[in-house]
Each structure stands twice: as structure tokens, then as C-alpha cells.
T-cell receptor, first 113, second 112 residues
Framework: DSGVTQTPKHLITATGQRVTLRCSPRSGDLSVYWYQQSLDQGLQFLIQYYNGEERAKGNILERFSAQQFPDLHSELNLSSLELGDSALYFC????????????FGPGTRLTVL | QQQVKQSPQSLIVQKGGISIINCAYENTAFDYFPWYQQFPGKGPALLIAIRPDVSEKKEGRFTISFNKSAKQFSLHIMDSQPGDSATYFCAARRGGADGLTFGKGTHLIIQP
């Protein structure tokens, strides 16, 4: 168990809809990273937040947005969903150790019908 | 442009054998190279990681070998066990806390 929690575990929705994925990092970690895992694209970095501020951006679509709240939990918002957005979405908690390791949560499986 | 190339895509090893997975990177700004293990339905779990200032790091049965001049690094799993059967991902990161760039993964099967 990495200590990172993600909800919900599964989400099924329709094209055009909007969903929110939630992540709580490990106790003491200030960074949250979001990743998307799909069969064709593999594991891709989307966005990083550190102590409430956006720190780095990866291959995140304009239809997607994220935020980190004062209690350090983070939410990833996906809107105008398309079939191709079906994927596993992982949150990773970033440690402040010497290697700044990233510890992944169990993921949310999103299915867009 | 794939910045981290991983091979092989799949690998079958006999129990007790050595499993070797290779990765090559292009961006010389990468300064942190972790390996992750992922079981079906689970999130990737950090196995071992290395920085370019060392050529080898060992933790139990897992060893990373790093060749900075060739821009390559590899994971060796000694005495491979059926419980090691999983998908393994190499990754690289630029800077202290940037996002990880992952390889495409290697599906490892250890035959008993």
C-alpha cells in the first residue's frame, strides 16, 4: 500500500459528460502528480501541483484541468469527454526526500461510452 | 518523439534465471532514472532508482546498471521468481520534481 488514495475506483460515463477524480497524497507529501495510462499512449504525465500551486505541465488536454486544495488533496476534472479518454488515471504523491520519489495510487478506471 | 525506449516488449524467463530489461534515453537533461513494477489492476510501484553519478545500484535481487555515455540503463532481476511476473516500466525525469517520462513497458513472465 503506497499510502496514496484515489476515488472512485471505477467510473463509467457518456461522451460529452464531465467527471472529477480525487486523490489524497501520502501524509507529509506536498506534491501531487497526475498520469494517464492507456494501451496506445502508455503512461503519460499530465500535470503536477506542489502545495496548492501548479508546478509542471505535461501532455494535458485543454479539456482537462486540476487543482490542489489547502488540505493537499487534488482533483482532476475531465470535461467534454470523448471515447479516447477511456483510460486509467493515476495520481502519484511526491516525496521531499533526496530523490523526490513518486508513489502511485491505485488508480481510477474511466470508461467513456 | 519517444524519449525513453524500452526493450524487450515481452520476456519469458525460467524460475531462478536472470531477467534483463533495457532502456535508452535521448534527453541528456534527465537526471533521475526509476524502475516501476505494475501488477494487473494496480498502480505502478517504485522498485529501485538511480542517479547518473553512479554506474550501478543494487537492492536485494534488483540491480540497475547505468551507462551515461551510451545513454542507457538496465534492470537486472536475479534469481527470478514467479511472483516477479508483472509489467516493468523504466522512467526518466528532468529536474528535481518534474513529471516522469515512461518507457512503453516490458511484460515479464517467470515460468516455474
Amino acid at each position: 500500500d503506497s499510502g496514496v488514495t484515489q476515488t472512485p475506483k471505477h467510473l463509467i460515463t457518456a461522451t460529452g459528460q464531465r467527471v472529477t477524480l480525487r486523490c489524497s497524497p501520502r501524509s507529509g507529501d506536498l506534491s501531487v502528480y497526475w498520469y494517464q495510462q492507456s494501451l496506445d499512449q502508455g503512461l503519460q504525465f499530465l500535470i503536477q501541483y506542489y502545495n496548492g500551486e501548479e508546478r509542471a505541465k505535461g501532455n494535458i488536454l485543454e479539456r482537462f484541468s486540476a487543482q490542489q486544495f489547502p488540505d493537499l488533496h487534488s482533483e482532476l476534472n475531465l470535461s467534454s469527454l470523448e471515447l479516447g479518454d477511456s483510460a486509467l488515471y493515476f495520481c502519484a504523491s511526491g516525496s521531499s526526500g533526496s530523490y523526490n520519489e513518486q508513489f502511485f495510487g491505485p488508480g481510477t478506471r474511466l470508461t467513456v461510452l | 518523439q519517444q524519449q525513453v525506449k524500452q526493450s524487450p516488449q515481452s520476456l519469458i524467463v525460467q524460475k531462478g534465471g536472470i531477467s534483463i530489461i533495457n532502456c535508452a534515453y535521448e534527453n541528456t537533461a534527465f537526471d533521475y532514472f526509476p524502475w516501476y513494477q505494475q501488477f494487473p489492476g494496480k498502480g505502478p510501484a517504485l522498485l529501485i532508482a538511480i542517479r547518473p553519478d553512479v554506474s550501478e545500484k543494487k537492492e536485494g535481487r534488483f540491480t540497475i546498471s547505468f551507462n551515461k555515455s551510451a545513454k542507457q540503463f538496465s534492470l537486472h532481476i536475479m534469481d527470478s521468481q514467479p511472483g516477479d511476473s508483472a509489467t516493468y516500466f523504466c522512467a526518466a525525469r528532468r529536474g528535481g520534481a518534474d513529471g516522469l517520462t515512461f518507457g512503453k513497458g516490458t511484460h515479464l513472465i517467470i515460468q516455474p
